[in-house]
């Protein structure tokens, strides 16, 4: 069982997203939390299962180090 870190972010229409650092192109939604989270795992299955299809290795986690402020 692996374990990956996703960026959840609401939207301006209120739909959570649901990108996967580790996994370029790896994103879902959701009306909730529960059903963005609920629908990024189904992406995160089927996005390793065409790596492995295809070959390709199946690269572990990022580590999120911290957060960076900015003046905006």
Same mark, same amino acid.
């Given at each position: !069982? !692996?374990?990956?870190?996703?960026? +959840?972010?609401?939207?301006? $229409?209120?739909?959570?997203?649901?990108?996967?650092?580790? +996994?370029? @192109?790896?994103?879902?939604?959701?009306?909730?939390?529960?059903?963005? +989270?609920?629908?990024?795992?189904?992406? /995160?299955? @089927?996005?390793? $299962? $065409? !790596?492995?299809?295809?070959?390709?290795? /199946?690269?572990?986690?990022?580590?999120?180090?911290?957060?960076?402020?900015?003046?905006?």
């Amino acid at each position: !069982m !692996m374990k990956y870190t996703v960026v +959840l972010e609401k939207d301006e $229409d209120g739909i959570y997203v649901t990108t996967v650092p580790a +996994l370029p @192109g790896c994103i879902s939604d959701g009306k909730t939390v529960e059903e963005a +989270l609920t629908n990024i795992r189904e992406a /995160i299955q @089927g996005f390793i $299962d $065409d !790596m492995k299809s295809d070959g390709e290795p /199946i690269p572990g986690d990022v580590e999120i180090i911290g957060n960076v402020e900015v003046n905006a």
